[in-house]
């Protein structure tokens, strides 16, 4: 046997610790989602019976003018509603990131356990191939965790730019 049952126990743990995790980081995403288009139908709700109530006994040019008005301020809504869930996706693969990297981790550690107890009943000779294994599981590692990083710096600057541009003016001075 490669592993031993104690070792297989714990990295099935691992192993559902992190999808669980993974499961909760989902669940909180649709719940952000849920709540963020709640609160933009609310909020149009509330702004179309005050704007129906504004129409009633005013010339057509006014109503024009106020439906004008509310047609923007949907699409202000809209925009934010859009703007909220390209936040809330871009948590969710930053999840989706790290708990890629983590059964990573914990299918690496498997495998240098089962080098490692290899090497107790292996000859002497085969010893170089198991040290390349494990330097190349090592390296690799090392290798995902940068590009992880990466990707996750990825993701926060375009989290960035989305905040920034949200709070921009068409002529792009900032908000004021």
Known sequence: MLLSAQEIS???????SNMLAFSV??????????VAAAAVGRSGLQQEGAHCSQLLGVSPDIAAQRSTAFVLNQAARAGML?????????ETQKAVIRCSETQARILDAMAVAAIERIRKTSPWEVEPALDAWTESLTTSERALRELSGAALETIERLENGI????????GGLPAG
């Open 82 to 90: 859009f703007e909220e869930a390209l936040l809330v996706a871009s």
């Open 25 to 34: 980081a989902c669940i909180d995403s649709a719940h952000q989602l849920l």
């Open 10 to 16: 714990l990295a099935r743990e691992r192993m559902l």
């Open 163 to 170: 905040s920034d541009a949200s709070y921009a003016q068409p």
